[in-house]
């Protein structure tokens, strides 16, 4: 079966490779901030905070902020502390561990729209 060119030179839309590396390696808060997905009950949100513990089937994080904005003061969410179900989260990241001159960061992940809506973080 002769091809007129190898099938890798096919013309494509797809974004050049640079540009999942470069999110992967140090991802822009662009990038951690939005996601596109296949459904729309499915858009991922970004989910900053302190993780502070995880098990085979969940994750339990204290949450500072959803999408790189602070959530609503503690009257209206008086506990922080909520646990996601992993099969509703896309990305888990740890910050590193930082020195006493370093600002802090958070930890992140990245959750379904449906999931932070019922808990009223949307």
Same mark, same amino acid.
């Given at each position: 079966?002769n091809? @007129?060119?190898?099938?890798?030179? &096919?013309?494509?839309?797809?974004? %050049?490779? &640079?540009?999942?590396? #470069?999110?992967? *390696? ?8 939005? @996601? ?14 302190? *993780? ?7 994750? !339990? ?5 959803? #999408?790189?904005?602070?959530? %609503? ?5 008086? #506990?922080? #502390?909520?646990?996601?179900? !992993? ?13 006493a &001159? @370093?600002?802090?960061?958070?930890d ?7 999931? !932070?809506?019922?808990? &009223?973080? !949307?």
């Amino acid at each position: 079966m002769n091809h @007129a060119s190898p099938p890798w030179e &096919d013309e494509d839309d797809l974004p %050049p490779v &640079d540009s999942y590396i #470069n999110d992967r *390696i140090k991802p822009s808060r662009t990038a951690v901030a939005t @996601a596109n997905s296949t459904r729309p009950g499915d858009a991922l949100h970004t989910i900053q905070g302190y *993780i502070m513990r995880q098990t085979e089937k969940a994750i !339990l994080i204290e949450v500072w902020q959803v #999408n790189g904005r602070d959530i %609503p003061c503690p009257e209206q969410i008086p #506990n922080r #502390n909520m646990w996601f179900p !992993l099969s509703q989260v896309s990305t888990i990241h740890t910050a590193p561990p930082g020195n006493a &001159d @370093a600002a802090m960061e958070y930890d992140y992940i990245r959750a379904k729209e449906w999931i !932070l809506k019922q808990k &009223d973080l !949307l």
